[in-house]
């Protein structure tokens, strides 16, 4: 099972924000595992390096960074891709557009996210608490 995961749940694992904390653990718990799948967009790095940087100072986010990156793989974007989201009519944000098209990329079977927003543009787009319910309740052999 392939799974993009968006930039709120990594946060909510290295800030412990409840009550998000357990379920967006688990998600990349899973991915760690190798029972799922789990990728992020490459422009998360940045972002997530500057959310924990700012926080937590550069040697934590470098190594929270680092850790993520033995976790998930990454998804790029190219120039098109991005011109393409943005001529986009139906999709009003770039960030959202660009993690929608990347998950299309990949063929990910859900983008893990708060962002109710997204959540809103496409059936696939769910929170980590939806994703561990549904994760439990599926044979994970047919994603394998």
Same mark, same amino acid.
């Given at each position: 099972m392939k799974v993009l995961i968006d930039t709120n749940i990594i946060?909510? &694992? /290295?800030f *412990? %924000? $409840?009550p998000f904390e357990k379920d967006s653990y688990k &998600? !990349? *718990?899973y991915a760690e595992e190798g029972l799922i799948e789990g990728y992020i967009v490459s422009f998360v790095v940045t972002d997530l390096y500057y959310f924990i940087a700012k926080d937590l100072g550069h040697d934590i986010a470098a190594k929270a960074i680092k850790s993520l990156l033995n976790v998930v793989k990454? &998804?790029? /974007?190219t120039k098109k891709e991005i011109e393409r989201a943005m001529?986009? $009519?139906?999709i009003n944000d770039l960030e959202d557009a660009l993690q929608i098209k990347c998950a299309k990329k990949i063929k990910?079977?859900?983008i893990v996210t708060h962002d109710n927003k997204l959540k *809103? !543009? /496409?059936m696939e787009a769910i929170s980590p608490s939806e994703f &561990?319910? %549904?994760l439990q309740k599926t044979d994970l052999k047919d994603f394998l």
């Open positions: 946060l909510d &694992v /290295i *412990k %924000r $409840s &998600v !990349l *718990k990454l &998804v790029g /974007i001529e986009n $009519s139906t990910a079977d859900f *809103k !543009l /496409i &561990v319910e %549904r």
